[in-house]
């Protein structure tokens, strides 16, 4: 598999949970409650810092780091917003993982999220940072799983739980 695509998958399903806000609109800043999302289509650039990869294929290295930019939807398919995110290794290698941050651009205001993400496996975690605008106040957890078998982390099913 290509280094992008295993990189896109487990930082794509972690910070994709942060869109999950998007479904509950709403002016004031979330009550305790559980909301999905599905993220999909992203668009990714990976950055290979010294000492470069030698392919492709190769794990990333500690430092290398990524860029990407998802839309996200609801069960129902509409259009939920946009997630910018960065991430970078931390550790590298076969059992590389690293730090991600994101903010999720939605009509009413955004969403801020942060997570540990690793190479391996499909089950992310992390929490919801803050808020602004609606979403002043938003605290929470995060959970992605990216679904077995998609190129690149799409889509990703996601969960987060809003604390009141």
């Known amino acids: 598999m290509h280094r992008t695509a295993i990189i896109a998958g487990?930082?794509?399903a972690a910070l994709a949970t942060g869109g999950v806000l998007a479904v509950s609109g709403g002016a004031q800043a979330p009550t305790g409650q559980t909301i999905k999302?599905?993220?999909?289509?992203?668009k990714f650039k990976f950055i290979d810092v010294p000492p470069k990869g030698k392919s492709r294929s190769a794990p990333p290295g500690s430092g290398d780091s990524a860029v990407f930019s998802c839309p996200a939807f609801d069960e129902a398919g509409a259009r939920a917003g946009t997630l910018e995110a960065?991430?970078?290794?931390?550790?590298?290698?076969?059992?590389?993982?690293g730090?991600?941050?994101?903010?999720y651009d939605l009509a009413n205001g955004?969403?801020?999220?942060?997570v540990l993400f690793f190479i391996k496996g499909s089950t992310t975690t992390g929490v919801i940072t803050?808020?602004?605008?609606?979403?002043?106040?938003?605290r929470?957890?995060?959970?992605?799983?990216?679904?077995?078998?998609?190129?690149?982390?799409?889509?990703?099913?996601?969960?987060?739980?809003?604390?009141?």
């Not at 990216?146 to 809003?162: A, C």
């Open 10 to 12: 487990s930082v794509v």
């Open 99 to 103: 730090v991600a941050t994101g903010v």
């Open 140 to 164: 929470g957890t995060i959970k992605s799983f990216d679904r077995p078998g998609e190129k690149g982390g799409d889509p990703s099913d996601d969960t987060l739980t809003l604390l009141p």
């Open 37 to 42: 999302l599905v993220t999909k289509n992203c």
């Open 130 to 138: 803050g808020g602004d605008g609606a979403y002043v106040g938003a």
């Open 86 to 97: 960065t991430s970078t290794f931390t550790k590298g290698g076969k059992s590389a993982r």
């Open 110 to 114: 955004n969403i801020y999220a942060s």
